[in-house]
C-alpha cells in the first residue's frame, strides 16, 4: 500500500494558491442555501482559540505559517487539501510544534483530537523530523468524577422526562486518558513531554479564558439545546478545515464538495 500523504507544503494564509481556495469556498457559499447561524457554543470556542493563541504568543515564539497544503491520495486519485493549524511554533530549523486547540463538554473530543494530531504529524513529518503536538483543552463541563458524571445524566433525565435516557453517564476526563496511553496531561508548557510520539494536553477552565479575555469579549449563553447537538457537530464539514480539488471528474463521485463547486462556478459563467 502507498502513501496516503504526499507533497506537503507549510504556508500562510498569503500563499496565492490557498488565497484562490478561500475565494472558491466563499463562491460556493453564496450558491449553496442558507446556513445555520453559528450558535454561541461555536463563538465561545472561536473566542476561545483566538484567546489561547494569544496567550501562547507571549510564552513562545508563534508562525504564521499555520497552513499545511497537501495529497491525499485514494487509490489513483490524488486530491489537494488544506488542513488550518490552530497554532504553530517552530523551536529550530528540523522541529515543529502543532498545537490544537479544542472547547468541549464531552471528553471524548480528546479521541478526536489525538487522530487529527496524527494525521497531521504524519504530513509534516516529510518536512520536520520532529513533529511535536500538543492539545489545549478548554473543559466547558466534563465531568471529573464519576460522581458528577451520574449526576449529569440524572439532570439530563429530569429535564426530558419523556425522551430515551442515555444508557451510561458521560465519560470523565480521567476515563478517556485512561485509554489514550499517548496523552499526558501536564499542567504548563514546560512540563510537555519530550518525546514527539507523546501529545501533551493542558487543561484550561472557562474561568481561564474569561481571565484572559474578558467575559464582555465572550459569547457564554449557552443553552441547553446547544449542548444536545455538540455531538452531531464533532466532525467538521469538508468546507472547514479541509479543501478538495482533483483533475478527475469521477472523484466527484466521491466528492460532493468539488461537484457542488464545479455546478456553482458553471451557474456564474452562464
Known sequence: MGARFSRPRLIDEHDPRYRAHVEQMKLLRINQRAIRPPRARDLFGSEAEAALRDWLAQQVPLSERRIVEYLEHRGRQAITKYRELDAVWLPEPKTIHVFEIKASMKATSLRRAVRQLR????????????????????????????????????????????????????????????????????????????????????????????????????????????????????????????????????????????????????????
Do not use: C
Not at 511535536?132 to 460522581?147: N, R, S, W, Y
Not at 419523556?162 to 508548557?189: C, F, K, M, N, Y
Not at 480539488?245 to 451557474?267: F, H, M, Q, V, Y
Open 119 to 270: 494525521d497531521t504529524q504524519t504530513i509534516l513529518r516529510m518536512l520536520f523530523p520532529r513533529v511535536h503536538t500538543t492539545i489545549l483543552l478548554v473543559d466547558t463541563g466534563i465531568p471529573q468524577t464519576p460522581e458528577e458524571a451520574a449526576a449529569q445524566r440524572a439532570e439530563w433525565i429530569a429535564k426530558h422526562p419523556d425522551r430515551q435516557p442515555p444508557a451510561d453517564p458521560p465519560p470523565t476526563l480521567a476515563g478517556v486518558l485512561a485509554s489514550l496511553s499517548q496523552v499526558r496531561l501536564v499542567d504548563t508548557l514546560a512540563e510537555l513531554p519530550d518525546n514527539p510520539d507523546l501529545v501533551g494536553l493542558i487543561r484550561f477552565s472557562v474561568d481561564d479564558i474569561i481571565a484572559l479575555a474578558g467575559a464582555e469579549n465572550l459569547h457564554l449563553d449557552w443553552d441547553e439545546e446547544e449542548d444536545e447537538e455538540e455531538d452531531a457537530d464533532e466532525e467538521p464539514g469538508a468546507t472547514g478545515q479541509y479543501f478538495y480539488s482533483s483533475e478527475s471528474e469521477t472523484d466527484e463521485e466521491e466528492n460532493p464538495i468539488a461537484a457542488a463547486l464545479r455546478k456553482a462556478l458553471e451557474g456564474r459563467n452562464t
